[in-house]
């Protein structure tokens, strides 16, 4: 297996109106260790206080992507989106030549929790866009977001793919690399992978990396939620 990143490794900020675990390096926290997988740069797994969040700043040349686990965000950017994102939806947004966005809590009594993600893009100095979508469950591995944006998932500036792994107890899947790197990050819920002795468990917060033209299956120890992402090499 090319990488493992424990939950409980990763670097942690508490601000008060933010709680948040960064699974590479960001912000303050630097480890060289972790700067990310292929295109992959971040993934923060923040919780945001009520009626609290981050106020406009601005993003050129990334891909950035929320995956809303609990809550609601309160969307707002430079290019007039304005949008309530619940817990379900994925929302992305590509900064291109430059926009300035603002991310709240759309709640004043509950806090909400998602996965802050960015990605890489393949080229520069495109004109910002913005997309959001609720795409249901098909199957144990959704597609959610892709390069072309075909068959109902997100567009997005790179050869890269994002899926959502469901799994009840005990059931079983294979996941394949194919001709990228693989990348699996839980949100919920637990794993074994079938032919790992010394790393035998995952859990919510844990993931793991493969290389091209790999696969590994894996049993889910109770209900599990992931996203899977296949990477450019």
């Known amino acids: ?21 960064h699974s590479f390096s960001f912000g303050h926290y ?41 809550g609601s965000l309160k969307h707002e950017d430079s290019t007039g989106n304005k949008y309530i994102v619940p817990a379900g939806d994925i929302q992305r947004m590509s900064a291109g030549t430059g ?24 080229v520069m100095g495109i004109s910002p866009s913005y997309e959001q979508k609720s795409i249901p469950q098909q199957g144990q591995l959704t597609p959610l977001i892709t390069p072309t944006g075909s068959e109902d998932t ?3 500036n790179q050869n890269a793919k994002l899926s959502r792994l469901v799994l009840k107890t005990g059931e079983q899947f294979t996941l394949n690399s194919e ?10 819920g637990s794993l074994a992978v079938d032919d ?21 299956q894996v049993t889910a120890k109770s209900a599990l939620e992931a996203l899977w992402f296949n990477l450019p090499k």
């Open 30 to 70: 630097h480890d060289e260790k972790h700067m990310g997988v292929s295109a992959l740069r971040v993934i923060n797994d923040d919780m945001v206080m009520p009626a609290q969040g981050f106020g406009t700043h601005g993003h050129r040349d990334m891909e950035i992507i929320s995956y809303v686990i609990e």
């Open 154 to 156: 997100l567009a997005i």
């Open 179 to 188: 001709q990228s790197v693989g990348y699996l990050h839980i949100v919920k």
């Open 99 to 122: 926009v300035m966005h603002s991310e709240f809590n759309a709640s004043s009594t509950n806090a909400v929790k998602f996965l802050q993600i960015w990605i890489q893009p393949n």
């Open 196 to 216: 790992l002795t010394e790393e035998p468990e995952f859990v919510a917060g844990d993931a793991f990396a493969f290389d091209p033209e790999q696969s590994h």
């Open 1 to 21: 297996m090319k990488y493992i990143r424990r939950s409980q490794d990763r670097g942690q900020v508490d601000l008060g109106w933010l709680k948040s675990k």
